[in-house]
């Protein structure tokens, strides 16, 4: 797609103007609702004696399976050889779980239809390999969050809207159960003296969890589930993510090893983005990555991936992202990838990035440029470290070149709003210009966000280094584009 901008090729011919915006608008986000209207919503006040009837009918017979689930379950775990589940083939389990579900059915003196059978046994199989009740939406791959209100919410969020779903736990105990099922595959634990926790999921989803007394109603679980596609730089312009003229700016800001920032909230899309960016990075450079909880899928050879670490149950072990980016300046790297820097560590990022790791990127929490840049002040203040807000600014101003703002609009859309270049210090101002903007233009009746993509009009501040490294875009990339 970019090759017209690759090196070598001064002579591009200009840029046609690429409105933005063009992704499908979601339905924009509702607040949850409370539990009196889910509730009334389950309740359906205005149904007819029949549809009463029949609703009653099927709430008793989901309590009778319920019930009768949770007797299997019993009997599977006094049945089944756990040790030898681990050795077992899905084919060898879900044969015995069938055979053992079946034997306790006919004892029971329990009459069920085949489909009935067959979702009892699949609840069962994810009841003993997987998470339970969680498990089918894990599988949905339409499915980006969980989140759980205690054992009776369960909500996900689809294509930028959270919605209640059906799913839920017999009790607390029940989803106690499944958490600590969770934490303690990696090593972990959660309880009234350690209420909180977080841990990754066998396919890399983020797992956080709080428990009682802290949380009052019930247990709440949050999973951020990871994709197993990584989305292309192709991916995001055709989703309207940003234009092709801006993926071909920050391909030359990437490849000739400018050190970026991706700021954004929560869910604002900065991992995909900083996913996105690093696949600018040339296949022969070292790679060294530093998360809290990995995420990142760079595709290149040569890439090293750390995974900070907690204290154990003791206090003792943890192993901070500090701890691993200091020992990643002695492994070599041509760049450092940090998932995200929230702490002391920022110190030793902006320090690589000044003492010959350019090209280095990270993500922070931060709702524009200029605010990113405040936030690296106050986590450098933080830090413990005393300097003079100058001396901090000047830190900044010389490690940083560039600022991505990601955010997620209302309508659930996700959209890059923002490029800004850092060109320096201006007495103790640090000094910065806006390249791209996304330009909101208003809404439609169904609060659908309209809007384009634009240029400021300002030409980059490393144009130069562009063309010296081979990447000379034309100036027509700088200029306002023109809506459709």
Same mark, same amino acid.
């Given at each position: 797609m970019f090759s017209k901008y690759k090196k070598g090729d001064p002579g591009s011919p200009e840029l046609k103007s690429i409105p933005g915006g063009q992704e499908t608008a979601r339905t924009p986000s509702k607040p949850a609702p409370t539990q009196n209207a889910v509730e009334v919503k389950r309740r359906n006040v205005s149904r007819s004696p029949?549809?009463?009837? +029949?609703?009653? $009918?099927?709430?008793?017979?989901k309590e009778r399976l319920g019930e009768i689930k949770l007797e299997l379950h019993k009997r599977l775990l006094d049945n089944l050889n756990l040790s030898a589940l681990e050795s077992a083939s899905e084919n060898d389990l879900r044969s015995e779980i069938i055979a053992i579900s079946g034997e306790a059915l006919d004892e029971m003196g329990v009459v069920l239809n085949r489909e009935e059978r067959q979702t009892l046994n699949q609840d069962l199989y994810d009841e003993v390999t997987g998470l339970g009740p969680l498990e089918p939406l894990l599988k949905d791959d339409t499915v980006n969050d969980i989140l759980v209100n205690g054992p009776q919410q369960v909500f996900v969020e689809r294509a930028g809207k959270l919605e209640l779903t059906d799913t839920t736990f017999k009790d607390e105990r029940h989803l106690l159960r499944i958490i600590d099922k969770i934490v303690s595959a990696v090593g972990r634990r959660v309880?009234? !003296?350690?209420?909180? @926790?977080?841990?990754?999921?066998?396919? /890399? !989803?983020?797992?956080?969890? *709080? @428990?009682?007394?802290? +949380?009052?109603? /019930?247990s709440l679980v949050s999973i951020r589930k990871f994709k197993k596609e990584k989305l292309s730089v192709d991916d995001l312009v055709n989703f309207g993510a940003f234009t092709e003229e801006m993926a071909a700016y920050l391909q030359a800001a990437v490849a000739t090893r400018l050190n970026v920032? @991706?700021?954004?909230?929560?869910?604002?899309? $900065?991992?995909?983005t900083l996913n996105a960016l690093s696949s600018f990075i040339d296949n022969d450079e070292r790679i060294l990555t530093i998360e809290d909880t990995a995420e990142l899928q760079l595709q290149q050879t040569h890439v090293g991936r750390m995974e900070s670490r907690p204290p154990n149950v003791? /206090?003792?072990?943890?192993v901070t992202q500090r701890d691993c980016l200091r020992n990643a300046l002695r492994m070599r790297p041509d760049r450092i990838i940090v998932g995200e820097t929230r702490g002391e560590e920022v110190i030793d990022m902006l320090?690589? *990035?000044?003492? /010959? #790791?350019?090209? !280095? *990127?990270?993500?922070? #929490?931060?709702?524009?440029?200029?605010?990113g840049v405040s936030r690296l002040e106050n986590m450098i203040a933080m830090a413990g470290i005393e300097m003079p807000i100058k001396a901090v600014r000047s830190q900044i101003s010389s490690a940083v070149n560039l600022i991505v703002q990601a955010s997620r609009l209302q309508d659930g859309s996700r959209r890059m709003v923002?490029?800004?270049? @850092?060109?320096? *210090?201006e007495g103790e101002v640090i000094s910065m210009q806006e390249v791209f903007r996304y330009q909101r233009v208003g809404l439609t009746p169904d609060n659908k966000i309209i809007g384009h993509f634009t240029a400021t009009g300002v030409r980059s501040h490393y144009s130069e280094r562009f063309r010296m490294w081979g990447y000379d875009l034309p100036a027509a990339i700088f200029e306002p584009f023109a809506a459709e």
């Open positions: 029949a549809q009463a009837q +029949a609703a009653d $009918k099927e709430r008793k017979r309880d009234e !003296s350690n209420p909180y @926790v977080d841990a990754r999921l066998a396919d /890399g !989803s983020r797992f956080n969890a *709080m @428990v009682p007394p802290i +949380a009052v109603d /019930g920032i @991706v700021s954004g909230g929560t869910g604002s899309g $900065k991992t995909t003791e /206090g003792k072990g943890a320090q690589a *990035m000044n003492t /010959g #790791h350019d090209g !280095s *990127m990270t993500t922070i #929490h931060a709702n524009s440029a200029r605010d923002s490029i800004t270049e @850092v060109t320096g *210090m």
